[in-house]
Each structure stands twice: as structure tokens, then as C-alpha cells.
């Protein structure tokens, strides 16, 4: 499987160079950074710190659309968008862990899926997915009658927040138990806020150091509660997910799937 790159000069774009080159399923072929970028033109396994892939990074994605099967955009949601027109006009493939979406936005990526394959994932760690499905159990079976808060933890330089998983944490738990977050969702609280109602989800974020990830849900009931926790040491985590999704799309025609469908668990 031909790969391209984008963001491929920040630490998560590294990552994803160093995941394709080990895996025996798919190479890197193309590399994109901004037009700006002082590392235009320069090597992009170099960059990532391993041996030179004779993979040259471009400015422009456009000139590269015949060198790639699947694009893996880890970027930002306003230079995701362009990424997205562009392959769907090029019939080209698309993992995206970018967050921080509209939902303007979002309806975009569902309507360029109705012409290529996309997998979009606030998270492509195996540990992350599996956790979803347990909270799907967790809250089926105490949701209805414990206090439910989400605490999520990144690094000092995430822009947005909560963060992308958090919030996919929150709207499974909701689904579950037929709420929809948007009305259920706190986020944060201050002052005097009254007693907590119950069927609200909380979220509490945390932005410091060099944390890559750490998320965990916690079901409070009187005398005992459950949290389901998960911590990133390496981002190498994520790009290892998301290269297994980029292989996983091979045989896809079109369609809006996420890292469940990848991985089996939907």
C-alpha cells in the first residue's frame, strides 16, 4: 500500500513515517508539509530521525496525488478540509486522525465519503477502541444510576478541548443510554453550580508538559465506583493504528468507517 503523509514535519507526522517504513503492508511514498516549511524539499525519513526513504517533502499535495494510494492526514481541521477535497476529486483513500471538527465540517467528510474511503478516528490506539467497547458495557449497565465524569489529560501544545477521544468516550457512553451528549455534556464547572444531576456526563481537561494521552471515564455510585482508564506513553501508538487502517482500506471502494470498523468491533 503506496502512503502519504501529511503534517509530515510535526512529532506525529514522524511517527507516521516511522510506522509505515516498519510495517511489511505499506510504504511511504509522498510526504506534505506546509508551503512555508523549511523542510520542503528535504528527506522525510531523515527528518523522522531513520534512514533516508528517498521520499521528498512537497508543499503542495496536489503534486504528489499520483504517488499515493491512502492519505494519512494527522493536521489541522482547515488544511484537513482542503486534503479531503482534494483526494476526493483524485479518488484517493483517507485516514484521518485530525479532531476539533465542526459540524459543518464533519457533514463535508460525510458526503466526500459517499465517493471515497474514509476512516475518521478521534483515536487509532487499539487500547483506546477496545476501551470504547467497555464503556458501551459500563454505562448499559451502571450508567442509569451513577455520576458519570470523563478526565482527559495532553500536552501543552493541543489546541483543542475536550479532546477529540474524550469526546467520543462521551458520546458512547450517552448513546448508550439513550442521551444525546449535546444536551447532557458539562464541561467544567465554577462557582456555585448546585447539586450535580445525574444524567449530566462531565468532562474535566487537563493541558500540561508532555503528556501524549491519558483519558479515563469514572462511574460514581455511593460505596464504590468503576473507571476505565487509558494512558499513551508514545505516539507510536497512534500511527501504528493508523497504518493498520490504511491497510484495512485496501479493498474499499467508498464509505465513512472509524477504528471500531478496523478493528472488528463494531
Known amino acids: 500500500m503506496r502512503i502519504a503523509i501529511a ?93 476539533g471538527y465542526t459540524d459543518a465540517q464533519k457533514q463535508q467528510i460525510a458526503a466526500a465519503a459517499e465517493e471515497i474511503a474514509i476512516v475518521l478516528a478521534p483515536n487509532f490506539s487499539v487500547g483506546v477502541n477496545l476501551s470504547l467497547k467497555l464503556l458501551e458495557i459500563a454505562a448499559q449497565v451502571m450508567g442509569d444510576y451513577t455520576d458519570i465524569e470523563i478526565i482527559e489529560a495532553h500536552h501543552r501544545h493541543k489546541v483543542d478541548a475536550p479532546s477529540g477521544t474524550a469526546l467520543r468516550m462521551g458520546e458512547v457512553v450517552a448513546k448508550s443510554l439513550g442521551r444525546d451528549l449535546k444536551d447532557c455534556a458539562i464541561y467544567g464547572r465554577e462557582g456555585n453550580t448546585g447539586e450535580r444531576d445525574r444524567k449530566t456526563i462531565g468532562f474535566s481537561t487537563i493541558r500540561a508538559g508532555d503528556i501524549v494521552g491519558e483519558h479515563t471515564v469514572m462511574f460514581a455510585d455511593e460505596g464504590e465506583r468503576i473507571e476505565i482508564t487509558h494512558k499513551a506513553t508514545s505516539r507510536m501508538t497512534f500511527a501504528n493504528g493508523a497504518v493498520r487502517a490504511a491497510v484495512w482500506l485496501k479493498d474499499k471502494g467508498h464509505g465513512l468507517y472509524d477504528m471500531q470498523d478496523v478493528l472488528g468491533l463494531s
Open 7 to 99: 503534517g509530515v514535519t510535526g512529532r506525529m507526522g514522524a511517527c507516521l513515517v516511522k510506522a509505515a517504513v516498519l510495517s511489511k503492508k505499506a510504504h511511504v511514498t509522498a510526504a506534505v508539509s506546509r508551503p512555508d516549511s523549511p523542510s520542503v524539499g528535504k528527506d522525510a525519513g531523515e527528518l523522522a530521525g531513520i534512514a533516508a526513504q528517498g521520499v521528498h517533502v512537497v508543499g503542495d499535495l496536489a503534486s504528489v496525488l499520483d504517488q499515493f494510494d491512502v492519505l494519512i492526514d494527522f493536521t489541522r481541521p482547515e488544511t484537513s478540509m482542503t486534503y479531503i477535497e482534494q483526494c476526493r476529486q483524485a479518488g484517493k483513500k483517507i485516514v484521518i486522525g485530525t479532531t
